[in-house]
């Protein structure tokens, strides 16, 4: 989906530190990966039956085998990641959200719970990634109590293209990321694993050097400037990219390979200059 130029209002705002967005768990790989290095020191035992019982609640004990399972679906979900990352380096490579996937819950950040009150949603169409980077290693680490395995997407330019509806309006609406610096983190689990975009251990890493976010015409000013806000490029950054990599692997209707299609520009998006 492209959008069309020529459109009036625009806003540039700069990002400040955001916390974490779980999305929902991914189902284990049956494929042969790297075997798993574990953590020499594991979490400190708690105090107290309080503090275990906590513990319990928010992570349910992982015996050795589940916690190479977990981990065994974590690396093949990064290898996908990673191809796409490959690709970027030449013109950039597009994701495509399902039909399904694409309206955004308003909930994840409060502040943007004024648009549901106004009766407004917001639907992500596409990621537009150029020179993108992960880092970081092959196995888990414990935060707290929680096994996990970090990662750090470094990328020159990601574009957004979205869509905003009221009423009976529909409305094109984009955002343009630059110099990003995003942390997220693979959570193991005994089902798989979650997936984490800024955590809050790492939410001091997150930088961006730029960001722009415009709308298309047809809405009045009151509703324009609540889509241009920063806290919706917060919300449209962590949603596109922790959904990116929920839907890696999977096919996708109308792409050149499974998920993803390359070759695509990132284009002029709304007015959004190269």
Not at 33 to 47: F, I, K, R, W
Not at 230 to 235: A, D, Q, S, Y
């Amino acid at each position: 989906m492209s959008f069309r130029t020529g459109f009036a209002l625009s806003a540039l705002v700069l990002l400040a530190p955001i916390s974490g967005l779980v999305i929902a768990p991914a189902a284990q790989s049956a494929e042969p990966l790297s075997p798993m290095v574990s953590e020499e020191n594991n979490a400190s035992q708690p105090n107290d039956a309080v503090q275990a019982d906590q513990k319990t609640e928010k992570a349910p004990a992982m015996d050795e085998e589940t916690l190479r399972l977990a981990l065994r679906a974590v690396l093949e979900k990064d290898r996908l990641i990673r191809m796409l990352a490959q690709t970027t380096r030449f013109g950039g490579a597009t994701v495509s959200i399902p039909d399904s996937l694409q309206q955004v819950p308003f909930n994840m950040i409060p502040e943007t719970e004024a648009l549901r009150k106004k009766g407004i949603t917001v639907r992500l169409k596409s990621l537009t990634f150029r020179d993108l980077v992960i880092e970081g290693e092959d196995r888990y680490q414990w935060d707290q109590d929680k096994p996990v395995v970090g990662r750090l997407m470094r990328f020159g330019r990601l574009a957004v293209e979205a869509e905003a509806e009221y009423r009976n309006m529909k409305v094109p609406l984009a955002a343009d990321f630059r110099d990003g610096v995003l942390p997220f983190d693979y959570l193991l689990n005994p089902s798989g694993f979650d997936i984490t975009v800024i955590p809050e251990r790492a939410k001091d890493v997150f930088a961006l050097k730029d960001t722009k976010i415009r709308v298309g015409n047809g809405l009045t000013s009151g509703i324009a400037n609540l889509l241009v806000g920063p806290k919706v490029g917060e919300l449209l950054l962590k949603y596109g990219v922790g959904q990116t990599i929920k839907i890696a692997g999977e096919k996708t209707e109308g792409s050149s390979t499974d998920w993803f299609s390359t070759g695509k520009k990132v284009v002029d998006i709304l007015g959004i200059g190269q």
